[in-house]
């Protein structure tokens, strides 16, 4: 590297701050135990960003990605290598991995993927005792001067909103197709109020093609004069195959407000059913990025 690159690069104006990261390289993250034991045997799969459970694994999005919709398949026994699982354990991470990969183009867009598992830490396993298979998206130009020079990743978009988005597409692959619908908690941009349909009801829209279940979502809402982005997980919180795909969506101040069927959440109308935990799990989902306790 040219001393000239180097004094310009390392000039204020070009820092990427990315202070999500602090825990990690301050080593904040350590915990007692498995990491990925502590989550299977846990009981909030949104938090713990578990995407799916099956018989014998789990897949699970990678906190520190490598790049966006970075997950990891995991055997939810405690084993090091490959020789030491059981040939059904080895079966069903190969079955998982086709839908994955469905799922993930289809939310994403990628153009490929690197695929495969680091046996011990020699090899670069940062779990070295907990066998886990890493599926990562790519893209054409992702390996550019960032990653590179500067040692740098870019991650365009929040975990939270990843997690959703893939999680409602792996929900998909899971279900059966003709009975898949998209319920959606939009939120005005203060989130002081919530998009119902004119009965009273979350949005909800049947999913019917090929596009990926959040820009369902996101077509739905705009064609009630609301522009909106997926934010989070608002379904059920256990990752199993279920129909209940909810996604938490916040408006952005271009909506049309006066037109479309907003309610404050201010009542108590919401403290009952379905849609009230929906609506409770959004406002907690979004209480961090509005500097709210």
């Known amino acids: 590297m040219s001393e000239q690159f180097q004094t310009e690069f390392d000039t204020p104006g070009r820092r990427l701050w990315t202070p999500w990261r602090m825990n990690y390289v301050g080593g904040e993250t350590r915990e007692s135990g498995c990491i990925f034991c502590n989550r299977l045997n846990g009981d909030d799969d949104v938090s713990s960003l578990i995407l799916h459970r099956s018989e014998r694994c789990f897949v699970i999005m990678n906190l520190y990605p490598y790049n966006t919709g970075h997950i990891m398949i995991v055997p939810n026994q405690h084993i090091a290598s490959p020789e030491d699982v059981d040939p059904e354990v080895l079966a069903e991470m190969a079955r998982l991995l086709p839908m994955l990969l469905r799922s993930l183009r289809r939310v994403l867009s990628c153009h490929g993927f690197n695929v495969g598992l680091n046996v011990g830490s020699i090899a670069g396993a940062g779990v070295a005792e907990h066998l886990h298979q890493h599926v990562v998206p790519r893209w054409s130009g992702d390996a550019n001067f960032m990653p590179i020079l500067g040692g740098a990743m870019v ?97 952005d101040s271009t909506s049309n407000q006066e037109e479309a069927f907003w309610h404050s959440l201010e009542s108590n109308e919401f403290s009952l059913g379905v849609a009230g935990d929906s609506i409770r799990r959004s406002l907690t989902q979004l209480a961090p990025l509005l500097g709210r306790c």
């Open 155 to 251: 991650i365009p978009e929040l975990i939270p909103a990843s997690y959703a988005k893939i999680r409602a597409e792996v929900e998909r692959e899971l279900s059966s197709p003709s009975a898949v619908t998209l319920k959606m908690v939009v939120l005005d941009p203060g989130a002081n109020a919530v998009l119902l349909e004119p009965e009273g009801t979350l949005p909800s829209v049947k999913v019917e093609s090929e596009l990926p279940v959040w820009r369902h979502g996101t077509d739905y809402v705009s064609h009630k004069g609301t522009r909106a982005s997926v934010i989070g997980w608002a379904g059920a919180n256990r990752a199993s195959a279920s129909n209940d795909i909810t996604l938490t969506m916040l408006a």
